[in-house]
Nanobody, 126 residues
């Protein structure tokens, strides 16, 4: 079994915060780069942030830089996405994805990732 499960999505007001979790089973997340992607209705899936294998480097899209933080908890085999100062345009289904053995700076291209979770809905609205 190799599975990624996202959780923590929901409804939040603009300016609020939300913490998403990506829990792995069947493999050790430390050996994988993990990316967070999102897809809004009618739009392509886009990369927001990623963390390299081993947790040495992170990368952020300009749209979320300074507001979102990706982190890894090896003991829990989980990667988190802390989202602050949320905007309505952040509304989307959020997915985590894994790419093995990427120790250099991770990339934000969906084509580079091999394993995907089912997604969790984030809605930012008043």
């Amino acid at each position: 079994q190799l599975q990624l499960v996202e959780s923590g999505g929901g409804l939040v007001q603009p300016g609020g915060s939300l913490r998403l979790s990506c829990a792995a089973s069947g493999f050790t997340l430390d050996y994988y780069a993990i990316g967070w992607f999102r897809q809004a209705p009618g739009k392509e899936r886009e990369g927001g942030s990623c963390i390299s294998s081993g947790g040495g480097s992170t990368n952020y899209a300009d749209s979320v830089k300074g507001r979102f933080t990706i982190s890894r908890d090896s003991a829990k085999n989980t990667v988190y996405l802390q989202m602050n100062s949320l905007k309505p345009e952040d509304t989307a289904v959020y997915y985590c994805a894994a790419k093995p053995l990427l120790f250099r700076l991770c990339v934000l291209s969906k084509w580079e990732y091999d394993y995907w979770g089912q997604g969790t809905q984030v809605t930012v609205s008043s």
